[in-house]
């Protein structure tokens, strides 16, 4: 069970690396310049391939989660543990925002300020605090 463990805390770290990172470089592509096409393209391919990446990497953590609670009974049937699935839900969710985000930006259709995307940018780091103190802490 501890390598269990040990791989699904790495690949969380890794998960929310990207995650961390991802909307920076939207914030980057909201501060582009009219006719810096090639400055756009640039953070577009990086932005597309860390979001690649952040995917690839999602889906073990989200399994060797799924082994540890389901596989090895850790927090069945108690309350941090619900309140941790949730959480691990709006990370979900976030990515795929970020998904769609990124589309948005390729066809030209996001309307969204840097400023806007540095406080998008904050979610995960809230995120990450409530599963890690759900996860040690227990508090129910």
Sequence with gaps: MLWVKAFHIVFIASWFAGLF?????????????????????????MARKLLRFTTIIAVPAILLGLW???????????????AKLLVVLLVVGY???????????????????HVWFRWFNEIPVFMLLAAVLLVVVKPF
């Design 21 to 45: 990172y991802l909307p920076r470089i939207f914030v980057n592509l909201a501060m582009v310049p009219e006719g810096s096409i090639a400055e756009r393209e640039r953070l577009l391919l």
């Design 95 to 113: 990515h795929h925002a970020c998904l769609v985000m990124l589309r948005k930006i390729e066809r030209g259709q996001s309307r969204r300020s």
């Design 68 to 82: 540890l609670w389901l596989g090895y009974g850790i927090g069945r049937g108690q309350g941090w543990m619900h």
